[in-house]
């Protein structure tokens, strides 16, 4: 079993709609957890930090649920330039990072 | 802003040519790391670096080494390239460990080998 897993969709949507992720982990050391957004053939990009029970930043909240073992990534009012993948990413306290496959979004006119 | 520098975007080899791929960042990060990405499976992590001529393997070592000579400089070898290598490398630095320090990444080298 992996250890960060992801829906990989594509979930498509459109334009303005609410759209949600959720990421299951199974360590229970990870102790924060990442967001990552990868374009097509780009490197990810960081897009939020998550650690204690979720935080938001403009359109995109993100929330953490310790005792289900799940990160949810909630994107409101979605944009053409949302079209992505997003990558759920965990941190055990070691110094790598553990990433899921990642969740591909397309937004649709 | 952290810049983490790979100096190839795309590369092609041969079979059994020895490779290598450089990876330089310019903010004094003590960890350093290589993943290849495939369709599928993800990022998977080959090595890492916490300091200067320490490294330590990943989940996919075999038929890769590294080298960190300088802090700013993580180098990643393909002994004998193998068509099973061509991939998407990523170069990452981070600083350090906890919800405040995510990776930076390098732009990527896709690497065919023919």
């Known amino acids: 079993r992996k250890e960060v897993e992801q829906d990989p969709g594509p979930f498509n949507v459109p334009e303005g709609a609410t759209v949600a992720f959720n990421c299951t982990y199974s360590n229970s050391a990870s102790q924060s957890f990442f967001w990552y957004r990868q374009d097509c053939r780009k490197e990810p990009k960081l897009l939020m930090s998550?650690?204690?029970s979720g935080n938001e930043d403009g359109r995109f909240t993100a929330q953490l649920n310790r005792a289900s073992q799940y990160i949810s990534l909630l994107i409101r009012d979605s944009k053409l330039s949302d079209s992505a993948t997003y990558l759920c990413v965990s941190d055990t306290g070691r110094r790598a990072l553990t990433f899921g496959s990642g969740t591909r979004l397309q937004v649709q006119p | 802003d952290v810049k983490v520098t790979q100096s190839s975007r795309y590369l092609v080899k041969r079979t059994g040519e020895k490779v290598f791929l450089e990876c330089v960042q310019d903010m004094d990060h003590e960890n350093m790391f290589w993943y290849r990405q495939d369709p599928g499976l993800g990022l998977r992590l080959i090595y890492f670096?916490?300091?200067?001529?320490?490294?330590e393997k990943g989940d996919i070592p075999e038929g890769y080494s590294v080298s960190r000579e300088k802090k700013e400089r993580f180098s990643l070898i393909l002994e004998s390239a193998s068509t099973n290598q061509t991939s998407m490398y990523l170069c990452?630095?981070?600083?350090?460990?906890?919800?405040?320090?995510?990776?930076?990444f390098g732009s990527g080298t896709r690497l065919t080998v023919v």
């Open positions: 990452a630095s981070r600083s350090g460990t906890g919800a405040l320090y995510g990776y930076t």
């Open positions: 998550v650690y204690s």
């Open positions: 670096s916490y300091d200067v001529k320490m490294k």
